[in-house]
């Protein structure tokens, strides 16, 4: 147990919805970052928050926008969900802004029907 | 930038060794190496700051050529709980960000 909780584990929306991801990464840690892994994919990079401020984005689409809050949680969400969008999104939380080891939480299971 | 693993895929017998390399183009501060069994998070396995550095627990170990801009992992006498797939995270020297880069990862198979 990496201390990273992710919530939900599995959830099927339809196209067109829009759903939340929430991470609490942990404790101690102030930089949370979220990644992409599609099928046979490997891990792609969309965004990172350091103490409650972006830092860094990836290859975020347009229709996804994320937050982190002053009690250090972030929410992913995704909206006009498309087929494609169907991935495990991990959470990951580090101690300092760059550099360090990143834990990954288990991941959200999104399928998209 | 992203690094190239290689190989993409290894098959083995339990028992036989492994090795999983892991290039940048650029300059690097770190290397990273995780496991991930399949549907599960990647699990952190090392991490390695000094070129010329060797780090290793169990029989699983990694090198870092910093000259070369390259790392290492060996997996010795594999065990079946070794499968997974491996993933190098690289740190760009000079990075402002410090952000981690992933490669797209080595499947490892062992078979009993």
């Known amino acids: 147990d990496s201390g990273v909780t992710q919530t939900p584990k599995h959830l099927i929306t339809a196209t067109g919805q829009r759903v939340t991801l929430r991470c609490s990464p942990r404790?101690?840690?102030?930089?949370v970052y979220w990644y992409q892994q599609s099928l046979d994919q490997g891990l792609q990079f969309l965004i990172q928050y350091y103490n409650g401020e972006e830092r860094a984005k990836g290859n975020i689409l347009e229709r996804f926008s994320a937050q982190q809050f002053p009690d250090l949680h972030s929410e992913l969400n995704l909206s006009s969900l498309e087929l494609g969008d169907s991935a495990l999104y991990f959470c990951?939380?580090?101690?300092?802004?760059?550099?360090?080891?990143?834990?990954f939480g288990e991941g959200s299971w999104l399928t998209v029907v | 930038q992203q690094p190239v693993q290689s190989p993409q895929a290894v098959i083995l017998r339990e028992g036989e060794d492994a090795v999983i390399n892991c290039s940048s183009s650029k300059a690097l501060y770190s290397v990273h190496w995780y496991r991930q069994k399949h549907g599960e998070a990647p699990v952190f396995l090392m991490i390695l700051l000094k070129g010329g550095e060797q780090k290793g627990h169990d029989k699983i170990s990694a090198s870092f050529n910093e000259k070369k801009q390259q790392s290492s992992l060996y997996l010795t006498a594999s065990q079946l709980s070794y499968s997974g797939t491996y993933f190098c995270g690289t740190v760009d020297r000079g990075s402002t960000l410090g952000r981690l880069y992933f490669g797209r990862g080595t499947q490892l198979t062992v078979w009993p």
């Open positions: 990951a939380s580090s101690e300092a802004p760059s550099g360090n080891t990143i834990y």
């Open positions: 404790s101690g840690d102030l930089s």
